[in-house]
């Protein structure tokens, strides 16, 4: 036995960071062949952005990455654990602006920095698979993936009203607008017309529905269902309105062409071409009026539905195509531009923004759709209740469904309709006004338009000199970088100018899981033969936040490689762990409330195994943790008891083992395993420290030290501590006087026959009341258990001289006895 001295959490960091490296415990075996016969399995945490060192929420995320790599490998499986940095980005060109330094000093600083907080840490990553997005070696397969998908007429430009953050200087797509507000900076975002860079996603929505199927399961509920309203399938017909004095019609869709006779007047957004094109000369000058007052308004805001409806009347009709009625056409702002056609037929008495609009300018309301309900003329309520068709000439009395097809059918047969389905998701705007990012590898001719970059010529590198972060003018940073844009055409060779813009840093994100298994591969974005071992990755771990982003635009760019020959399969992610934030008093952390918790500082006071177990032992991973409410205090005391009892066990133990004992650890053991296995983690952990409780109180008894199952079960403590504190389980492992390292010996199985009871305690109720209670055999028979419980003495007496009507015996836990009357 070692004698008691005092557990350092700080001391052992060192000294077991230099066994691990020496041992190479975290490597994965064979990372592009070899090592078949091993079960493998791909752990992957989403990526680290470098804005400073690791805070709480690399914490908590790593944490439970880390966690579930460790126990996978103790199961046996060859893990490979990787990580890599989200290095390009808004935040660092920001940042660099702000202090006058190069993006590039500013992010590889952090990167380093974040790299030994990771390992003092603990965290066991595969090292080798160490890139950076911002490397000129990854940005490189960045822009040959850009180039396949133009090829493939998945990337194309063109003019959109776009976010653009005054602040920042540069577009944002919709997921980066909180709440009418850039994400990063809080600046009130506005809309702006400019000639920008997509990929072409919404092909493949319906994909994206139909192979969710694949995740039901798997990956939370919530993010799906959140996927699934993000993409919006809709359901219903497309519908041309003839506009006078205009050869071609408008098309609409509408998910209700039930309730075409109720469409009484017609709207356009009043921010799209079409407006401006159909608005008269007479009404010119209130339409640009109105369109000026539109124009400083946020997108959430005009979709409010609290909003007052506005609008102005641009002077032209349009037809009806089921009844020929004129419908005159109005330009409001309640329509969005980049939705659909931006127009939409209004149906005032059936949809409530209709009514809205319809009761402000006092036009006509047509109930369409008898539901029961009262007039919406009169209550201002739309009606959305089942029903029949009235006032819709022939198609009177059909129900909802029976008119939408019947009405469809004859839209159909006169060539102005046809059945439909539509989906809310846009195609992805990926363009960027900032230096920071990867830039797009298209040249601008004049003779030849749009020209590739040859694979031979990436990566087009960003410029080191010569440009402006933020330069005069409206300019991007590199359009000021005057030689590094000009440059001859590729395919005439006349002079021409590269594109200025960069690439969304979602771009980066969608496919660098793919790399991880061969960083230095040459010949491709990624090794086939390394996609072949490892992928699809098999536990992808990180925050819902992400639901609408990065997650679909990883979904959507595995298929489209598949669809490219480039995969296998179409699904990147099989399995999804999403971790809560880490916050403060109910609040996020931020700088500006002052409720920031430095990462470090926690280290330093409390080691980085309690405050690996106090996060995860905080809550189930998708939960918040707030930090008021937790202290790493009572991590530390718990480490120092299992470190303790560690020392305390003799190397060599004889004797018989307490039965008792042994049936506690192996139970306790198998509740341990199954938490492990249904990512309950803070539920795992729980199991140890009542394991550790267990223990202490053998240790302490009789035959104390000495009993083999003491051991037995100290020796499976520490096994399964190592997921969580890994150096305090590599110093007790080596306490109890084994080799190091823990990390690579085997997850501990339970015993089936300790788990199974001798006994149970068997209720016994007398009309629903409990009577008593009996130790029975576990495996009792029911006729057996009938008998027991009627021969007892509480339930004779409890029956008295009457006799018994029924019994029911659920064997062994339940007897219930109902007596005669």
Known sequence: MINDEAYDPHAIIDKWMKVWDELRVSEAHGLTGGHEDEPRSYVVSMFPYPSGDLHMGHAEVYSISDAIARYIRMQGGNVLNAIGWDSFGLPAENAALKRNLDPRDWTYANIE???????????????????????????????????????????????????????????????????????????????RPLTQWFFKVVGHAQRMLDDMAQLEGKWPNEVLAIQRNWIGRSSGAHIDFKIADRDEPVRVFTTRPDTLFGAVFFVVAVDSPLADELCTADQREAFDAYRQQVAMATEIERLATDRPKTGVFIGRYASNPINGEPLPVYAADYVLAHYGTGAIMAVPAHDQR???????????????????????????????????????????????????????????????????????????????????????????????????????????????SGYQLRPEGGKSPLESAEEWVSVACPRCGEPARRDTDTMDTFVDSSWYFLRYPNPNFTDGPFDPAGVQRWLPVDEYIGGREHSTGHLMYARWLTKALHDLGMLSFTEPFTKLTNQGQVIMNGKAMSKTLGNLVNLQEQISLFGPDAVRVTMVFAGPPEDDIDWADVSPTGAVKWLGRVWRLSGELPTQVEGTADVALRRNVHRLLADTTAAMEARRLNVAIARLMELTNVLRRAVDGQPGAA???????????????????????????????????VCVAAWPKADPQLLVEDTATCIVQINGKVRDRLEVPADVSEDALRELVLNADKVRAALGEGGVDRVIVRAPKLVNIVPAR
């Open 113 to 191: 920095t974040q790299a030994e907080s990771f390992r003092r840490l603990g965290v066991s990553f595969d090292w080798r698979t160490r890139f950076h997005t911002s490397d000129p070696e990854y940005y490189r397969w960045n822009q040959w993936l850009f180039l396949r998908l133009f090829e493939a007429g998945l990337a194309y430009r063109k003019e959109a009203a776009v976010n653009w953050c005054p602040n920042d200087q540069t577009v944002l797509a919709n997921e980066q607008v909180i709440g009418g507000h850039c994400e990063r900076c809080g600046t009130a975002v506005v809309q």
């Open 707 to 741: 009993n083999p199952a003491a051991r037995e079960g100290a020796e499976a403590l520490v096994q399964m501590l190592s997921c969580f504190a890994p150096f305090t389980a590599e110093e007790a492992w080596q306490r109890l006087g084994h080799e190091p390292s």
């Open 354 to 464: 209709d009514l809205d609009f319809a009761r402000a300018f006092d036009l006509p309301i047509r109930v369409v759709i008898d539901s029961g309900q009262p007039d919406p003329a009169a209550t201002g309520e739309a009606t959305d209740g089942d029903g029949r068709l009235v006032n819709s000439g022939d198609f009177n009395g059909l129900t909802i469904s029976e008119g939408s097809e019947a009405i469809t059918t004859r839209l159909e047969s006169n060539g102005v309709g046809a059945a439909a389905v539509t989906y809310r998701w846009r195609d992805w705007l990926i363009s960027r006004q900032r230096y920071w990012g990867t830039p797009i590898p298209i040249v601008h001719c004049q003779s030849c338009g749009l020209v590739p970059v040859p694979d031979d010529q990436l990566p087009v590198e960003l410029p080191k």
